[in-house]
């Protein structure tokens, strides 16, 4: 039972690091055993109904030990707890405001026939984003149209001044992150060695739309399914669900990809310039197209450590 002691609080650890505490479901769908249990849980229903029912015991010892603490139906280390609970109710009367935002702007790139799947990601997805955040987006485009897609996509929030700015980031529109429904295998997008940002931000992720492809992205990324076994494929909220009325035609040739291509080129800020395909925080190709330049992964990273040694356990 050592092994589900630890593999709980090194969960628990990361999402310290990252100001979440999930509730008991999310904790189990995104529990890491780390390499102790691979060959346990992941092979078969009953190994895993075993290893649920060991979470559940370890959690009530842990919670009798005073050493986890559960309030508000979420769990978290008791020392680390309470901040991040004031947080979240802090930012709880935001969430709808945003999400009803990431909706109607999920419905303008989904009218694009390029677009397959559109997710919220990071902490808008999880229901815990900061007023003056932004909307982070995850887009899956179909092959051969990714810049075009993204063109067209981010193209009227750019021209109304509703895209992320060094001064002005309260519900801007983050379309920093597409990829080509040929390239869904995310692994060379992680960091090298370990990335347990990627890992829960890859689980985390919030369908508005998906046209089926995201069963394809989930088998694609067996590396993030193997560290997190109990884990499902996400699937649209139903309070989130729509279905397009209107779909442009896509009809993107290589002449049309050349051009957004060049012109997209044309507009990089330096930053993305100077970062262009130096490592995996800026990503730019026909398969993918990822700017994140104020990438954060390695200090989350750092404090996910921290905290394992804190609480002396293997991260």
Known sequence: MDDVRNAI?????????????????????MIDPSVVLSEGPSEGPESKDLFKQNIFHEVSKLKNEGFINESDGRIGLTE????????????????????????????????????????????????????????????????????????LGAGPFKLAGLLPTENKTRDAICLSYFVADDSLDLSSHMLEGDDPYFRYWFLSLLPLYDDGVGKELWEKNGVIKRRHPLARRWMVPPDFAFHPRFRMPTFVSRMTESV??????????KAIKEMMNRDSRVMVSDRALKFHVDDRRAEFCEKYLELCRKYQIKG
């Open 80 to 151: 680390e707890l309470p901040k991040i609970l004031s947080d979240i109710r802090e930012r709880d009367m935001f969430q709808a405001r945003k999400r009803r935002r990431a909706v109607k702007v999920a419905k303008w790139l989904v009218s694009l026939g390029g677009v397959r799947f559109v997710a919220l990601a990071n902490t808008t997805a999880l229901g815990s984003a900061r007023d003056q955040g932004d909307l982070d987006f995850f887009v899956i485009a179909k092959a051969g149209t990714i810049w075009t897609t993204r063109l």
């Open 260 to 269: 957004a291509r060049i012109f997209q080129k044309r507009w990089f800020p």
């Open 9 to 29: 609080v090194r969960t628990l650890c990361f999402q310290a690091a990252w100001n979440y505490a999930p509730t008991l479901p999310e904790l189990i769908l």
